[in-house]
Every structure is written in structure tokens, then in C-alpha cells.
């Protein structure tokens, strides 16, 4: 059943239909196979670990890909509890939403100022922050770890907050400055002119503007901070653990005597908030994407 209305032409036009050829129906079937093995790439693993997190260790050496003789929910429990990942859970939703919601307040009002402002040193520090996202993180550790101990900030999540929000401004700004350029400049014109400011302006008739792409950068920025390793095991090593931290610490705790079962629930604990985000924006995600090739 074809998505187009099917309408006859006007009376003295001839009908024309557009026939596909042979290197259309080439590309579109390539396009096709290759879409189903990268799903099949990137679905399977998942299904893999969900359908794991309910078997013992020895169902899963046993049999990887059968299902579970019987499905043992106490697998969460003990990742929950004994594991410590319920209190990393909660650490990571404090220090991320706290990050999250910071980074997109400066990111948000750096990009427009920015983007909507001529000012001496403006194109100097759009470089700047351009030149950040092309930093390792690596590289930055032993030097935040010098100004956080020095700032007793070291092992606190107040420091891990200033460090994530640091990290994620550089992109943020970079993501959200064509978006508030491309904005018409008579809709900011004709609110000064009804005598709003810029602050008015700017949170109420100009960031709702830009939501597609506030919510799209909001989704990259809580992937980068949630699934983030390197930089809570450096300077966050005997403070309270994310759920990075727990889940290599469980992992290893034991050796070659892991409980894997109880793992692969505790790596399914850390995969379901970030489908639950992707599944709340994914609207506005295409809509930014689709805003982005239309310009």
C-alpha cells in the first residue's frame, strides 16, 4: 500500500509515473542490508546481555545463547545490594543530572551570545572552544588532579560536577551556536521593540526556539556523562562510586570467580536510562536532524 494518495491528473495533463531503475533498486537494496546488519550489530549484543542477567554462571558458559531454564530475578538483587550498584545508581543520577542541567544553562547562553553578539575577542573565543573538543581527556588528568586536590575537591562529587561540566562546554557551545544564528533576528528585534530584554528574549521567546537542538545536545552530553570512566577513576577513586566505578570493581572483585549473572544484570541496570532518554527525545532528535539538513 503506497503512503502517496494515488489522485488522477487534470483534465489535458498526461499522467506520468516515475519509474525506478536498475541502480536505484541496487542502491536502495545495499542501503536495506546494510541498515539490517548494523541493527543486527547493535540489537543482538543487547538482547545477548538482557537475556544473560537472568541465568546463573553456569547457564551462561553452558548454553550462551539458549534461553534461561528458569528466570532468576534475584540476579538484580544481588547487583542492586550486594554489588553496590543501587548507590552508584543514584550517585550517577545526582552527578549527571546536576552536570546536565548546568551544561545546558552555560552551554545554552554561551552559544547565543556568541552567535547573536558582535563583540572584540568573539571569533577568538568560538576558536578556543572549538580547539577544546579537539582535546584528549587523558591528557588534562594529572593537571585536574593537581587543581582539584589543591581546591580539596579531589574525591568529592562537587568536583566531579565542575569537571563534567567543563568537558561537555566545549561541544555544547559548538552544537548550539548555529542553531541560535540561524534564528531570524526580527523576532529578537520585535520583542525589544515591545520592550522585553535580553533576558526575557533570550529564555522565552529564543531557547524555545532552539528546543530540537537543546534536546538533541542534552542527549549526546547525558551519553558522554553517563557511560564516563576515565575521568571518575582518576580523580574519584576513594570517593563515592559511579556506576562506571562499581561495575568494574564487581567485575574484577572476584577474579575468575564472577558472578556473571549478577553482571550482566547490574549492565543492564546501566543501558535502561539511557533508552528511556533516547525513547523520550527521539522525536525531537529527528527534528533537529532534519532542521540541520534543511539549512
Not at 489535458?12 to 542501503?31: I, Q, Y
Not at 569537571?163 to 562546554?169: K, M, N, P, R, S
Not at 555544547?172 to 528574549?201: C, M, Q, Y
Not at 580523580?235 to 553482571?263: E, R, T
Amino acid at each position: 500500500m503506497s503512503i502517496l494518495n494515488k489522485t488522477k491528473a487534470p483534465e489535458g495533463h498526461v499522467e506520468r509515473r516515475a519509474e525506478s531503475t536498475t541502480s536505484d533498486r541496487v542502491v536502495a537494496g545495499s542501503s536495506h542490508v546494510v541498515l539490517i546488519l548494523w541493527s543486527a550489530i547493535v540489537v543482538l549484543p543487547l538482547l545477548w546481555t538482557f537475556m544473560s542477567s537472568f541465568k546463573t554462571s553456569a547457564e551462561i558458559f553452558a548454553s550462551p545463547f539458549a534461553l534461561p531454564s528458569v528466570w532468576r530475578f534475584d540476579n538484580y538483587t544481588r547487583a542492586w545490594t550486594e554489588a553496590g550498584i543501587g548507590q552508584a545508581f543514584g550517585n550517577s543520577l545526582m552527578l549527571v543530572g546536576a552536570s546536565l542541567v548546568l551544561v545546558m544553562l552555560l552551554g545554552a547562553m554561551s552559544a547565543y551570545v556568541l552567535a547573536r553578539f558582535r563583540f572584540w575577542g568573539n571569533r577568538f573565543i568560538y576558536i578556543l572552544l572549538l580547539a577544546g573538543n579537539t582535546f584528549p581527556v587523558f591528557l588534562a588528568m594529572v593537571p585536574l588532579f593537581k587543581m582539584l586536590e589543591r581546591m580539596h575537591l579531589l574525591n568529592t562529587l562537587f568536583g566531579l560536577i565542575l569537571t563534567y561540566v567543563g568537558f561537555a562546554l566545549a561541544f555544547t557551545v559548538f552544537f548550539l551556536h548555529s542553531f541560535f544564528k540561524n534564528l531570524p533576528g526580527e523576532i529578537a528585534e520585535a520583542a525589544a521593540i515591545d520592550g522585553a530584554g535580553e533576558w526575557r528574549t533570550f529564555f522565552q521567546i529564543m531557547l524555545p526556539m532552539a528546543k530540537p537542538g537543546l534536546a538533541s545536545v542534552a542527549i549526546f552530553n547525558f551519553l558522554g556523562l553517563w557511560n564516563q570512566f576515565l575521568i571518575p577513576v582518576t580523580i574519584n577513586a576513594a570517593g563515592p562510586k559511579v556506576l562506571s566505578q562499581s561495575l568494574a570493581a564487581f567485575a574484577q572483585q572476584m577474579g575468575y570467580a564472577v558472578d556473571f549473572g549478577a553482571l550482566f544484570a547490574a549492565v543492564t541496570i546501566t543501558v535502561i536510562p539511557v533508552l528511556v532518554v533516547y525513547i523520550i527525545f527521539q522525536r525531537q532528535l529527528q527534528g533537529s536532524v532534519s532542521q540541520g539538513t534543511s539549512r
